[in-house]
């Protein structure tokens, strides 16, 4: 039998899935006509584009045995002869699926022709947005709700001054009253978006007729300047195709179905946002996902309707929390029959209001703007019995009392899994969020619900497995902990006294190696420890891809002296190195075979180098800019303090590497807020940022103090680090430890000493210090330490013949010795 | 042919728990490991994933029963008794006869 979809978005993509994991693929000989020329992806996370989220990343794969037609709409359907025509060809089908969704909505305002006019809904809008906002300084969005939001953070990231028009008296009207819509404006013209509440757009201007977009005029008669305009004034159902068969479609647009998502032809069906169901249209994914469900079963012969649908949301817009769920636009007076129970905090942005029933039992809705939570409690908890007083509920996160669902309560409306459900997955052997998704689905959505099942899981009692490896059933803080209290010295008393059996492994050991190396800071290649170190700290070096090692000499906040720059030169010429500045302010050189390593470092030495701990999970670069010395706007000497810096923390050993960076003013050329901690000079002395990262997941770093002398400055930068090397799990940067521990609790921890240990801290700190010493000198200095660098154990000086380069630009490069396929952590 | 017992170094040049390579002719590449027990092993060094020798240099441990080593580029985990790539099902190393004579290593090669 033929089954024709019609729209590869969202909903069209989770009928196929159901489809798939129905094996209806046996059955039904699956056609999709796809008018987008890319696959279906996620558009409730399409503003992530503007995030450094590819277009990949966002696309759905798509089920196997599918014939996906994408750039292929379909043009008309005759339902009298069960045909589909297509500018290619006509197709003919025993069941059609319309899942063509809406389109935006463009209100006939004069000028909305023109160029630099755009709407929000596909990854090409996006495209065009970005490539058109490029250079210009001020945007407009028209629409203040939900979308028209998302739409202006979009333009405030690509740069530009943003102001946002919405008709009605409050911004995001459909989901949150009035005092909730007061403090979101607090909120979004903090972050310098401009609101014009109440009024409307009248005409989008430009020079002249059909030039350029350059501003709109509004109903109060201000005038708003716009080089580039986004309207996001709401959508309207793709209902075109059933227009054209005759079928009905409702007052305002959309296709009428039953429940069980049936149009009058009972061969076609429509799903998501096209279809009108119960007298309405849904905006929202999670009504269409619960329709491509129904029809999914109903092509298998079942008889499923549609269940109803919470039009409950979360979202994080312009980094506010903002939540709405269930009946919450009750008008605050007139009803009788219910109560409100209002919370606002408007020191903190805070607003809550809860909807309940007149016997103030049972929850019916509710906003949430500022803090959300308890949103996943809440909205669980929907038309049922409130399980704690309401004031409860809505405290901070943190302070809230314990709180137990019903096990009826939808825990992911998504995907309508219930809290029963997700316990009958656990008991099933699902022991963390991973396999409660792949198991029930509740979670793979739009992930609010995330945190309730982790809390599910606390309660049934199941313990996140924290173990390092097959070895140790500790986390890496356990351990160090465990190491330092017992003072252990060697991985064989650990692993005999705390291990599970076995000799350790590629993880476990490095971790042991690093605990050891920040406790004791002893030459880390004597005795025992020599086993445990990676490749890379084993030789001090960096292993590259044909076995060869990098060499990278330290340089202190980047600073280096024409002499020293010269001896590098030399030392690269003489041993044939690929030379190249590196993103960390300073040089790397490449391809030194083993057996060449020591040589190399007796020459750089010689000139006053040290090792940089290219090679380790260690301090790396402390980066600078020229500071107030020598730059006009600098207020204090960021060079000088970047390398006092780097020399007092050189060679600390940590869960990760850590990088820094001093900026000698605000606009911070050393790009300090991308690093674990980096500093910002100020007139009256130093800002300290902790938790920055670039890399995999950037994150900007977080403010800790502000306005520091040097000596306190110091002082928090030694317990930042040192508490972070004590606590942090294995490979984890300090962005995603500060996440799960949260900067307030650092910060009582470094500033207010809340823990009682900064002295503890400080003294491991000193200790670190005073015990420093050069590795490489350290390896030179000792004839049984260097006899490891050889390439042959008997042909020491014969190089390994499968190391060969060729040349390019000048400079050696490796020969490509196999296929390089890339599995595990590369670290 | 016979077995030919090649001699590459003292048993003291090898460390516990690490790898180092010989070169068996002018060509063939060995890692020898010695184990905690002190029982001595010898494999392929090159990395077939990636066609670099570098197998000496990984990190020595075990597998539940198994000895083993990771393979230093891409943590790819290889059984020390048979060559086995105990990742990637059908990727595998050479094994070489290895034996400690009057405090001597001994390789077996042709
Ligand atoms: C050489 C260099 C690239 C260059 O030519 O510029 C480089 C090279 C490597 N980086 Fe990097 N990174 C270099 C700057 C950076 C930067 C930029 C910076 O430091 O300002 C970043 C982003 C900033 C950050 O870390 O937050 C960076 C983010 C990474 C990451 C991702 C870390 C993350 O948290 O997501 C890795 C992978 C890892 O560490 O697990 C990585 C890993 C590596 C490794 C170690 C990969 C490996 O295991 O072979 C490369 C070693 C090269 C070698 O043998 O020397 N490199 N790497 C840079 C050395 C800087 C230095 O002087 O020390
Ligand atoms: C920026 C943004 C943010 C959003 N945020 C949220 C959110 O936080 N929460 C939430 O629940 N929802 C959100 N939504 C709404 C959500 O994306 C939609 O509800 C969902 O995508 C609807 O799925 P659908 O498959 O019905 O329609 P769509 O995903 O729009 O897919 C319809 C597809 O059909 C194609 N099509 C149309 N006509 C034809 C034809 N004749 N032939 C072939 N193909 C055709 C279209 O090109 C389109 O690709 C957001 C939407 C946007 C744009
Ligand atoms: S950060 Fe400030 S002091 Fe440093 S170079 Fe830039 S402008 Fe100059
Ligand atoms: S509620 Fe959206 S994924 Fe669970």
């Known amino acids: 039998m033929k089954l024709v979809v019609v729209g590869h978005g969202m909903v069209g993509q989770r009928l196929l899935e159901s489809l798939a994991a129905r094996a209806a693929t046996r059955d039904w000989e699956i056609t999709v006509l ?3 020329t890319r696959r279906a992806y996620d558009r409730v996370r399409l503003s992530a584009y503007f995030d450094g989220v590819s277009a ?5 794969d798509v089920p196997a045995g599918v014939d996906l037609r994408l750039g292929e709409p379909a043009l008309a359907i005759d339902p009298g002869s069960r ?12 069941a059609l699926v319309l899942a063509t969704g809406s389109y935006p909505f463009v209100p006939p305002v004069e000028g909305a022709d023109r160029p630099g006019v755009f709407v929000y809904r596909t990854l090409d809008d996006l495209e065009r947005i970005r490539e058109y906002a490029a250079g210009k300084r001020v945007g407009a969005v028209i629409g203040g709700g939900l979308l028209g939001l998302e739409a202006a953070n979009a333009l405030r990231l690509l740069g530009l001054a943003t102001h946002v028009v919405e008709f009605a008296p409050r911004l995001m009207p459909l989901q949150v009253d ?8 607090q909120y979004v013209e903090e972050l310098g978006v401009v609101t014009h509440l109440g009024a409307a757009t009248t005409a989008i201007r430009g020079e002249r007729p059909g030039s350029p977009a350059n501003g709109l005029v509004l109903s109060t008669g201000a005038w708003v300047p716009a080089d580039i305009v986004v309207i996001a004034a709401g959508v309207r159902p793709r209902d075109d195709l059933a227009r054209g068969a005759g079928l009905p479609v409702g007052a305002r647009g959309g296709v009428i179905v039953d429940d069980g998502c049936r149009t009058a032809d009972p061969a076609v069906y429509a799903i998501g946002e096209v279809a009108e169901i119960g007298g309405r249209c849904y905006g929202l994914v999670a009504p269409g996902y619960a329709m491509a469900e129904v029809v999914a079963d109903r092509l298998l012969g079942g008889a499923a309707t ?7 949301t979360k979202l994080k817009l312009l980094g506010v929390d903002v939540a709405s769920f269930g009946d919450a636009l009750t008008p605050d007076k007139a009803a009788t029959d219910r109560l409100d129970v209002v919370y606002l905090d408007p020191a903190n942005k805070v607003y809550a209001k809860l909807v309940l029933s007149d016997d103030a039992r049972t929850l019916l809705g509710g906003v949430l703007v500022g803090d959300a939570s308890a949103y996943p409690t809440l909205r669980a908890s929907l038309g049922g019995e409130l399980p704690a007083a309401p004031l409860t509920l809505l405290a901070p996160a943190g302070e809230q ?3 137990s669902l019903p096990g009826t309560a939808q825990v992911c409306t998504c995907n309508a899994v219930t809290k029963d459900q997700v316990l009958g997955a656990i008991a099933e052997g699902c022991c963390d969020v991973p ?9 793979t959505s739009c992930g609010s619900c995330v945190p309730l099942l982790k809390q599910l899981l606390a309660e049934a009692g199941v313990v996140a497995d924290k173990s390092l490896c097959e070895h140790f059933s500790y986390s890496r803080a356990e351990l160090f902990d465990i190491v330092k209290v017992r003072g252990l010295r060697t991985f064989s008393q650990v692993i005999t006294e705390h291990g599970t059996g076995g000799r350790g492994c590629d993880i476990c050991k490095p971790v042991v190696a690093s605990i050891l190396a920040s406790l004791h800071n002893e030459y880390i290649l004597d005795g025992e420890q020599a086993a445990l170190q990676d490749t890379n700290d084993h030789f001090l070096a960096n292993m590259q891809r044909n076995g060869t090692y990098s060499v990278v000499p330290r340089i202190p906040g980047g600073e280096i002296t024409p002499e020293k720059l010269i001896a590098i030169g030399e030392v690269a010429r003489d041993f044939d190195l690929y030379t190249k500045i590196t993103g960390g302010q300073r040089i790397d050189l490449f391809g030194a075979r083993v057996e060449q390593l020591p040589q190399i470092w007796q020459r750089l030495i010689d000139a006053g180098f040290e090792s940089g701990h290219a090679y380790g999970k260690a301090l790396r670069t402390i980066k600078s800019c020229v500071g107030s010395t020598w730059c006009r706007y600098g207020v204090q000497d960021s060079v000088g303090l970047a390398i006092a810096l780097e020399l007092r923390y050189r060679g600390l050993r940590a869960p990760h590497k850590i990088k820094s960076a001093v900026s000698g003013c605000a606009r911070e050329c050393a790009e300090a807020k991308g690093k674990d901690f980096g500093i910002i000079a100020t007139e009256a002395g130093w800002n300290l940022y902790v938790g920055g990262n670039g890399g995999f997941r950037p994150r900007h770093a977080d403010l800790l103090a ?8 110091i002082r928090y930068v030694d317990r930042f680090l040192m508490f972070y090397i004590r606590t942090a799990d294995r490979l984890q940067r300090t962005s995603a430890w500060i996440e799960a521990v949260g900067l307030d609790y650092v910060r009582e921890v470094i500033v207010a000493d809340s823990l009682g240990i900064a002295g503890e801290l400080d003294a491991m700190m000193a200790q670190h210090i005073g015990s420093y010493h050069d590795e490489w000198k350290a390896t030179l200095d000792d004839p049984v330490r260097l006899s490891r660098f050889v390439s042959f154990v008997n042909a020491p000086e014969t190089p390994d013949p499968t190391i060969q380069f060729t040349r390019e630009r000048g400079q050696i490069v490796p020969l490509q010795i196999g296929t390089v396929t890339p599995t595990g952590s590369v670290t | 042919m016979a077995m030919k017992w090649e001699t590459v170094c003292p048993y003291g040049r090898l460390e516990t728990e690490r790898g180092i390579a010989a070169l068996i002719g002018r060509e063939t590449q060995v890692a020898l490991f010695r184990l905690f027990d002190g029982a001595v092993h010898a494999i392929g060094n090159v990395d077939p994933i990636t066609g670099a020798a570098v197998l000496s240099r990984g990190i020595v441990g075990t597998r539940g029963a198994a000895p083993t080593v990771a393979s230093p580029l891409y943590k790819e985990v290889y059984d020390l008794r048979t060559g086995e790539c105990l990742d990637k099902p059908g990727v595998a190393v050479p094994v070489y006869p290895v034996r400690v004579r009057d405090g001597l290593v001994e390789v077996g090669v042709g």
Do not use: H, N, Q, W
Not at chain 1, 56 to 60: I, T
Not at chain 1, 178 to 185: D, H, N, Y
């Open chain 1, 56 to 60: 990949e990343e966002l696309s759905y």
């Open chain 1, 83 to 94: 045909k589909v025509t297509t500018a290619r060809e006509m197709l003919t089908y025993d």
């Open chain 1, 706 to 713: 502000s306005d520091l002398t040097t000596e306190e400055l």
């Open chain 1, 401 to 403: 009392a314990d709180i």
């Open chain 1, 178 to 185: 009035e005092a909730g819509g007061a403090v979101l404006k």
């Open chain 1, 306 to 312: 549609f269940p109803g649908a919470d039009t409950s």
């Open chain 1, 34 to 36: 796809a008018e987008e």
């Open chain 1, 435 to 443: 396999a409660i998704k792949s198991c029930t689905r509740a979670g």
